[in-house]
Nanobody, 124 residues
Framework: QVQLVESGGGLVQAGGSLRLSCAAS????????MGWFRQAPGKGREFVAG????????FYTDSVKGRFTISRDNPKNSVYLQMNSLKPEDTAVYYC?????????????????WGQGTQVTVSS
């Protein structure tokens, strides 16, 4: 079975940085689009960044462009999210997800498997 395990979350001051990691198993990693989503208390799950499996193309939600960077290391079955210039509004539980799709990957419904989440808290 597919298993995704996130790590790297924590507490950081505004303007600081964190690097999230997601280790995948039970899938042919190079054939899956990987995405990062986040969910703040009382809010829906929001797309943050994605990397398409077919060409490695990346996409970010507008609010993190220029601050966050998604990358993947296929031989290590891992995907990362480098988060710089963090803001209090970035506070959320961050989830790693895997999808067979390459279109409409900002939609949570396109993703088949999810990690347990890792908490990111940004203080002002």
């Amino acid at each position: 079975q597919v298993q995704l395990v996130e790590s790297g979350g924590g507490l950081v001051q505004a303007g600081g940085s964190l690097r999230l990691s997601c280790a995948a198993s039970g899938l042919t990693f190079s054939s899956y689009t990987m995405g990062w989503f986040r969910q703040a208390p009382g809010k829906g799950r929001e797309f943050v960044a994605g990397s398409r499996w077919n060409d490695g193309g990346i996409f970010y939600t507008d609010s993190v462009k220029g601050r966050f960077t998604i990358s993947r290391d296929n031989p290590k079955n891992s995907v990362y999210l480098q988060m710089n210039s963090l803001k209090p509004e970035d506070t959320a539980v961050y989830y790693c997800a895997a999808s067979r799709h390459v279109l409409a990957i900002t939609l949570p419904s396109k993703f088949d498997s999810w990690g347990q989440g890792t908490q990111v808290t940004v203080s002002s």
